[in-house]
């Protein structure tokens, strides 16, 4: 039998029966086997994966094959692991969300999530949660940043899901599709889908006063039915707060491409394989320089192009 992962929790796997539509799951475990397979990925099923299992006698399954994945995001496991973590797979569209208060979301941390979305072929938007809580300043950093990720290309959310402003957007936006919600602990995650989807309840944890921290309130991916008919579903996937996200499996010569700004521009460097850092004529550094594209952009791409070199050992 063919099925949806819905929940991943250790050694347990939460499945969706694929040709039913009563919304009744099945808890099942994985094949002893398969994580023989030399997978270097610390959760080789994901939240988002078709799976074959079977039935067992007392009514739980066993998850004998997953299907190939059209897309999926993924980061390193832990800072110094050469094991990778597989967030959730098969997805339309990737929701970062973000915040400017308390805790304050680095453009890097955004910037990295996107370059991975881009490689995967995963639409993605960005979220800014608690606007409620702008002061004059935020509201200008805000406008800054929101003119900056539209000018690559992202759609960009203005909302507070402790007042309900700007939701409707965002339903629109995931109606009829799978949907990855992702972001530090504390940006609001858990209120902004409970905001979105009455009725879904996910627990909602507070902000450490002293570390300006969020706490983590979800423990593993889970992915919930919210709208939609069995031909055309409406799927959003909560996921644990990110600290860090490591990329994997980048070289840093694609990078650039990946930057939907800076691939726009790529055919008017002189040389083929610029790094777009120090080579002369470089048509992304004099788009740097006229504005076309951010400075803030630019400087976390250097950032990450280190970091991927130095993982490489270069």
């Given at each position: 039998?063919e099925?949806l992962?819905?929940r ?7 499945v ?14 994985l094949r ?7 997978n270097?990925?610390?959760n ?8 074959d299992?079977?039935m ?20 390193r ?5 050469k ?15 973000a ?26 938007c960005?979220i ?49 599709q799978?949907?990855?919600?992702c ?17 879904l ?9 002293w570390s ?12 919930f ?9 409406t799927f959003?996937i ?10 994997v ?21 002189q040389?083929?394989?610029c790094?777009?850092?120090h ?34 050992g270069?």
């Amino acid at each position: 039998m063919e099925g949806l992962v819905m929940r991943t929790t250790g050694s347990w796997y939460r499945v969706l029966p694929m040709d039913e539509a009563d919304g009744g799951t099945v808890d099942c475990r994985l094949r002893g086997n398969y994580r023989l397979r030399g997978n270097k990925q610390t959760n080789p099923v994901a939240v988002g994966d078709v799976v074959d299992y079977s039935m067992l006698e007392d009514g739980t399954g066993v998850i004998a094959e997953v299907h190939d994945r059209r897309n999926y995001i993924v980061r390193r496991a832990t800072k110094l692991s050469k094991q990778t973590h597989v967030i959730a797979a098969n997805i339309d569209r990737l929701c970062i969300v973000a915040t400017l208060a308390f805790p304050r979301t680095s453009t890097g941390f955004i910037d990295r999530l996107l370059v991975t979305a881009e490689a995967y072929h995963i639409p993605a938007c960005i979220i800014f949660n608690k606007i409620d809580l702008y002061d004059i300043p935020m509201q200008a950093v805000h406008k800054n940043l929101q003119e900056m990720y539209e000018g690559a290309g992202y759609p960009v959310y203005a909302v507070s899901a402790l007042q309900g402003t700007g939701l409707e957007e965002v339903r629109a936006m995931m109606t009829g599709q799978t949907t990855l919600f992702c972001g530090h602990s504390g940006v609001g995650k858990s209120a902004l889908l409970n905001a979105l989807v009455p009725g879904l309840e996910l627990r909602v944890g507070e902000v450490s006063d002293w570390s300006q921290k969020g706490k983590h309130t979800t423990t593993f991916a889970e992915m919930f039915a919210v709208g939609g008919d069995f031909q055309s579903p409406t799927f959003l996937i909560d996921t644990p707060g990110i600290k860090e996200f490591g990329m994997v499996d980048f070289e840093p010569a694609e990078l650039s491409h990946f930057y939907p700004e800076m691939r726009a521009v790529l055919h008017g460097c002189q040389f083929a394989n610029c790094t777009h850092r120090h080579e002369p004529h470089c048509a992304v550094k004099e788009a740097v320089e006229a504005g076309v594209i951010s400075m803030e952009r630019y400087s976390n791409y250097l950032g990450i192009y280190d970091q991927i070199e130095a993982d490489l050992g270069g």
